[in-house]
């Protein structure tokens, strides 16, 4: 089976994509904020980490920076996020996310590309 980090400071959204991809035996564990992620980070091995741009604590950019300098800068992730100008997706790539989805999306789509990434390689 496939772990997956879920980090987004909307509990309802955070229901959803949890509901969507447990239905496909995904295990998803789920942090609040920036500073919750990292510290599952440290604690387990992740398949992918989907984050939130707009975290309270620290912003996803910020927990990619951390990412990308830390242990785990081979994780895949996904960044879900309202800010998707092009120049905001820009930031984003250069941060280090590998993937992008714009909000708002459809349960569908998100489990189709969250599929696509794990079963790459």
Known sequence: MKRILLADDEDILRMLIIDTLE????????AQDG????RLIGQHEYDLLI???MMP?????????QVRKGDRHN????MLTA???AFEQEHIFKAGAD???PKPFSPFE???KVEEIVNED
Request: without cysteine.
């Open 23 to 30: 239905e496909e035996d995904f295990i998803v564990d789920e």
């Open 75 to 78: 994780l895949k992730i996904l």
């Open 83 to 85: 800010k998707s100008q």
């Open 110 to 112: 998100l489990l189709k």
């Open 35 to 38: 500073e919750e992620a990292l």
């Open 99 to 101: 993937y992008f989805m």
């Open 57 to 65: 604590v620290l912003t996803g950019l910020e927990v990619i920076e």
């Open 51 to 53: 984050l939130d741009y």
